[in-house]
């Protein structure tokens, strides 16, 4: 029977490679994985640090299970380029930091300790994408996944490919391919289909032959599709029987037909227009290197939280445990292979058309996915290149559509969607442009065509209009405004099948992009996931029967914009009027403002001199008084913002997304740390440290001292193994100690 352990703990470290080590023990560190190999300061370090070789050593203790058997450790990733020895022997090699691999060890290893070594070089090889030009993100050096040991009968199922032909029949079918590894003797499979529900739709068993089986199950009734508002997956049960012994592998996928159209996208016939956000798979200090509930709780926050409907992983394959929750929890998904602007030479792309197939056949059974990204980001035309990216990703893939995300205007087409980086908003301000205020260009000046194709926008704002959360407010407003101008085109105009913005959150980065601190402001959430004003743009398109958004834009003083006073103000809400109190007698209540925003499914509420004359709220040197906006749906308030005149602080706020930890998989969870007034707003410039004590069986990922910026800051707590409680402590120099008790289980 298959077992999988994990492979996570036990692991020496040091920085630097000698040969000799592969077959010595390594003097280092005692490290757990996921791990980073150099973990960054917050902001202006020097990201050469990791671009260079490291060294992993683990012994493997001989079992007598191993007998037999095939042996084998699993990597989910590492980068970037990764070379495996046991007891000296070479025994894989894997260029591309992005996707996972495997050390086969059957042959190699020997009763006693068995000696694993695994050298990662961070340094950006001109032979490996996305290397060789300049890129805007990081790419941390590390075994930045998780490892496992996998131990199989001699003939093992090695893939599965689940096919759903005409998923909203009222009798559908489901057809899996399955191939085998091992050796080559006969093997029966049995197969078993579960419902959403968890119940047995179907059963069958058949022969393989030449390393392969067929499995159809057909006349099935009652399967669900899986939509966002009902993610429903069934799950493919597979029992490998041959004279070697027995290997059993379950894959779930979902019934769902996604098809890009020159009219728009259609989910299982409906259109649906698409609305998200770009997301980088990075954390501060530890790089890529966070485990399941970190990836999990990123694909909840822009679904939950930020009401998005899909997601694009810039620019590369992302954790398997990211891609498992958007199919859980119904957040679709645009994937792509590794790459920023420069095309390398024939050894290059050949690694290139590698990543295409390493990607497809690690995720394609993901009805998340919608689309597959076969195109390096923003990169100029290459015929013979992306005509065989296609024609791979179509050879391994025929049920999904390919796109190839540009940047350059009438570009080669040869993907079934023409993908789009537009950030023609903002050209405005170019002095050598003649061009108006423009949310996005037509699809006919874009594409070049004199027909219509499928059409995605897959990028704008972002580098166009940086924002930290502690700029002035009405850049902040400017901020949402732009984010809010790009999605009414695209609700407003049938030829595009959405627009996915750049980007989720702010993201460490080399010295050539970003703000000369090696960040790039360009998210709609901070490095640390809080939002920002323009991550309401998102939150407050969703229905109001599913959540009320009523966001100000503002921190409410009278001096802080030029010239004075917070008009106009901008409410990113969906209720559907929206009143501001201020002080004792002035009671305004505006609605939507359609007029400038007619297509989104929400527009915002914007008061400014239509609804107050100068003098309403008072001139410079009066008294500033508080205010109370408050927010209405068919004439019932149903949300409340107070804003006081002279805020002080008053209250620490420490937020914790989970206060469970798990211990064996040494789970993270993520705190949000928040300087309120007595109104309960943030104070925006409030710049205290924090200091963070952590007592109990986690530790705290980074520094124990942070800083508020924008008057909040975060932190990720990480499981050490042990169980029991976790106790911790934040305090600044103004509030008193705040204390969170959480458990390790």
């Known amino acids: 029977m298959r077992s999988e352990t994990p492979c996570n703990d036990s692991w020496i470290f040091a920085e630097g490679f000698d040969p000799a080590w592969v077959v010595a023990p390594l003097r280092g560190e005692a490290v757990e994985l996921p791990h980073t190999a150099v973990e960054l300061p917050l902001s202006y370090f020097d990201e050469t640090a990791y671009q260079r070789p490291f060294t992993y050593q683990r012994e493997i203790p001989w079992e007598d299970r191993f007998e037999g058997r095939e042996v084998a450790l699993v990597f989910e990733g590492a980068m ?36 694993v070594t695994v050298r990662i070089d961070g340094s950006e090889n001109p032979v490996i994408p996305p290397f060789g030009g300049r890129i805007d993100y990081l790419t941390y050096a590390g075994i930045y996944r998780e490892v496992a040991l996998r131990v199989t009968a001699p003939v093992w199922i090695a893939n599965v490919k689940i096919e759903t032909p005409e998923p909203l029949a009222a009798e559908t079918s489901v057809r899996a391919r399955v191939w085998l590894a091992g050796d080559g003797r006969a093997a029966r499979i049995a197969a078993r289909l579960l419902d959403a529900d968890g119940r047995e739709a179907a059963r069958a068993e058949v022969e393989a032959s030449g390393g392969e089986a067929q499995v159809a199950f057909d006349g ?47 989910l299982n016939g409906e259109p649906l227009k698409l609305m998200g956000l770009n997301r980088h798979q990075s954390f501060p200090y ?14 909840e926050i822009l679904k939950w939280d930020l009401g998005c409907n899909v997601v694009r992983t810039s620019h590369y ?36 058309v590698q990543n295409v197939r390493r990607m497809i056949e690690r995720d394609w059974n993901h009805p998340s996915i919608i689309l597959w990204g076969v195109r390096i980001n923003e990169s100029q035309d290459d015929h013979g290149f992306y005509a065989e990216t296609n024609r791979v990703a179509r050879e391994l893939d025929p049920t999904r559509q390919t796109g190839g995300v540009r940047f350059i205007t009438e570009s080669e087409m040869l993907e079934d969607v023409y993908t789009l980086n537009d950030f023609i908003l903002g050209d405005f301000e170019n002095p050598q442009s003649n061009r108006p205020r423009t949310a996005l260009r037509s699809r ?73 601190d090696r960040i790039c402001h360009h998210g709609v959430a901070t490095i640390f996931r809080e939002p920002k004003f323009a991550a309401h743009a998102y939150a407050s398109q969703r229905d109001p029967a599913e959540r009320v958004v009523m966001q100000p834009v503002t921190f409410y003083a009278r001096g802080e914009r030029n010239i004075g006073g917070i008009l106009p103000l901008v409410v990113l809400t969906n209720c559907d009027a929206v009143e501001i109190r201020y002080g004792s007698s002035l009671r305004k209540r505006v609605g939507p403002d359609r007029e400038r925003f007619p297509h989104l499914p929400h527009a915002p509420v914007i008061l400014d001199h239509r609804h107050f004359s100068g003098a309403e709220m008072g001139l410079w ?17 149903v949300a409340r913002r107070r804003y006081v005149a002279d805020p002080v602080p008053t209250t620490l706020e420490v937020a914790p997304d989970a206060t469970v930890l798990d211990a064996a998989a040494r789970d993270e969870a993520r705190v949000i740390v ?17 200091r963070i004590e952590v007592d109990g069986p986690a530790r705290l990922i980074g520094p124990g001292t942070a800083h508020l910026a924008g008057g909040t800051t975060g932190f990720w707590l990480r499981a050490t193994g042990g169980t029991g409680s976790v106790r911790v402590q934040v305090a600044t120099d103004r509030f008193p100690a705040a204390v969170l008790d959480l458990r390790a289980e």
Request: glycine residues 10%; aromatic residues 10%; charged residues 25%.
């Open 444 to 516: 006919r000046e874009t594409t070049g065509l004199p027909h219509p194709v499928p059409y995605l926008i897959t990028e704008y704002n972002g580098h166009m209009f940086p924002t930290k959360a502690w700029d002035q407010e009405q850049r902040q407003a400017e901020h949402a405004i732009r984010h809010l101008e790009v999605l009414d085109a695209a609700f407003g105009d049938p030829a595009v099948a959405g627009a996915i913005g750049w980007c989720f959150f702010d993201y460490n980065t080399h010295k050539d992009f970003g703000s000369g």
């Open 674 to 690: 928040r300087a309120l007034d007595q109104a309960g707003n943030v104070l925006p410039f409030l710049q205290d440290a924090v």
């Open 286 to 299: 530890s790089g890529y290197a966070q485990g399941r509930r970190s990836q999990e709780r990123d694909a």
């Open 317 to 352: 394959p992302q954790s398997r445990h990211f891609l498992n929750r958007c199919d859980e929890i119904g957040l679709l998904v645009f994937e792509e292979i590794p790459g920023w602007q420069h095309i390398g030479g024939a050894e290059w792309k050949a690694e290139s």
């Open 621 to 637: 040197g009066m008294s500033w008084e508080d205010c109370e906006i408050v927010g209405f749906l068919r004439g019932e308030e």
């Open 80 to 115: 970037a380029d990764a070379r495996v020895w046991v007891n000296g022997q070479e025994v894989a090699r894997h260029r591309d930091g992005y996707t996972p691999f495997e050390a086969r060890l059957t042959g190699h290893l020997r009763r006693g300790d068995n000696l």
């Open 220 to 266: 099935l009734r009652g399967l669900r599709p899986w939509r966002p508002e009902d993610p429903a997956l069934c799950t493919l049960e597979l029992t490998l029987t041959s004279e070697a012994g027995e290997d059993r592998l379950a894959t779930r996928f979902g019934l769902r037909e996604a098809r890009f159209t020159p009219e728009g996208f259609l």
